[in-house]
Structures are given as C-alpha cells and as structure tokens.
T-cell receptor, first 114, second 114 residues
Framework: GAVVSQHPSRVICKSGTSVKIECRSL??????MFWYRQFPKKSLMLMAT?????????EQGVEKDKFLINHASLTLSTLTVTSAHPEDSSFYIC??????????FGEGSRLTVL | AQSVTQLDSHVSVSEGTPVLLRCNYS??????LFWYVQHPNKGLQLLLK??????LVKGINGFEAEFKKSETSFHLTKPSAHMSDAAEYFC????????????FGAGTRLFVKA
C-alpha cells in the first residue's frame, strides 16, 4: 500500500532555534498534504492544508509565521517550526491525499523544545 | 463543512466482551470515513475505511464498522475485546471540502479489564 514517511520521528532542540519536519509520499503523488498537531492525550488538530505549488491554507488560530509550510513537489511537504519555544513541544503528524481521495498518514514527529 | 463527533470519551469493557465505539458525522458530500487507533506514544494505524463501497466494512484485528447514512453514523465494533485493544481510537471524516480536508473526532479511550 501507499506509504507516507515523516522525518525525523523525534527531535529535541533548544529554545529559539528552528526545526524542519519532512513529509514524503513514497510511491504516489500527493496533490494535497495536511499537517496536524496533537497535544498530550488529545485529538489531532488540523493546522494547515498544503497544496503543491501554492501557499498553504492555515486553520484559524495557527500562526503562519511560526509554522512555515512548503509543498515544493508532489511528494514532499515540509513544516518548519521557527524560533521554537517549549510550548511548541508536541506530536506533529502529516497526511497525504492522492487524486483518488485516499488518505495516508505519516508516523508522526515528536518535537521537544528545551 | 464536515464534522465528526465521538460520543464517548472513555469506554471500559472486560476482556472477551463486545466493543462499541460510537461515531456520528456530518458532511455536505459523500464522505470517506475512517477509524484509526493510536497506542501510547505511537503514530496512527488505520483500522478500516469506508469509501462508498460496501456499507459494512471489515478491518484489521477483528474490527468492523457500518456506515449508516440515515443515522449519519459509523460506529466501530468488535465481538470480543482483547487486552491489546486498549488504546485511543479516532473516527475521521474526509470529503472533497477543501481538497479532501480530514477532520478528526475527539477520540475515545478504550480500557480493557482482565
């Protein structure tokens, strides 16, 4: 079946630095990718919709300048957490949608900001 | 806009007894519906999905769900719970709103007692 790969699976960084998380569709072209954030013991909150070749669409309350999303190709979307702070520590998950509407999730990336 | 409601935040069953996790949805279009399971500190695992084919969907690990359009429900069931089923379960709806934007339910924590 189709696979979505996220990298890194775990990252620890210092406060004030930026961290990039990659989401790749390995065997299909993803016209749309989604980024989610999951707080401890909570559900997944949709952060933004990433469309290849265009600007991401952010959900209400999500800071565009804090969470930079780039979808430069049909197989890669990146989420950059800029000037990270401890409150940005979370589990970030991406999903990718093919033209058929099939939805595939990455394994998630756990960010810890010290 | 689509939405999904998981009616129970916690469900507790005894090992060997049936499991019922309830989910109701709303969608302006023909939706795709999914159930995902998440074990502690892990990513998401797809249990099953409905994408306008058979209304009774069989998934992995003995789980199944029935799509009932008249009731706008997609409840997850399993005839006999196993200790390893203890986890968080998410009902997810996706339709072509916003390019197949996917919305997660709040999650249901399943406890299985010995």
């Amino acid at each position: 079946g189709a696979v979505v790969s996220q990298h890194p699976s775990r990252v620890i960084c210092k406060s004030g630095t930026s961290v990039k998380i990659e989401c790749r569709s390995l065997d299909f072209q993803a016209t749309t990718m989604f980024w989610y954030r999951q707080f401890p013991k909570k559900s997944l909150m949709l952060m933004a919709t990433s469309n290849e070749g265009s600007k991401a669409t952010y959900e209400q309350g999500v800071e565009k300048d804090k969470f930079l999303i780039n979808h430069a190709s049909l197989t890669l979307s990146t989420l950059t957490v800029t000037s990270a702070h401890p409150e940005d520590s979370s589990f970030y998950i991406c999903s990718a949608t093919a033209n058929t509407g099939e939805l595939f999730f990455g394994e998630g990336s756990r960010l810890t900001v010290l | 806009a689509q939405s999904v409601t998981q009616l129970d935040s916690h469900v507790s069953v005894s090992e060997g007894t049936p499991v019922l996790l309830r989910c109701n949805y709303s969608s302006s279009y023909s939706p795709s519906l999914f159930w995902y399971v998440q074990h502690p500190n892990k990513g998401l695992q797809l249990l099953l999905k409905y994408t306008s084919a058979a209304t009774l969907v069989k998934g992995i690990n003995g789980f199944e769900a029935e799509f009932k359009k008249s009731e706008t429900s997609f409840h997850l069931t399993k005839p006999s719970a196993h200790m390893s089923d203890a986890a968080e379960y998410f009902c997810v709806v996706s339709d072509r709103t916003g390019g197949f934007k996917t919305i997660f339910g709040a999650g249901t924590r399943l406890f299985v007692k010995a």
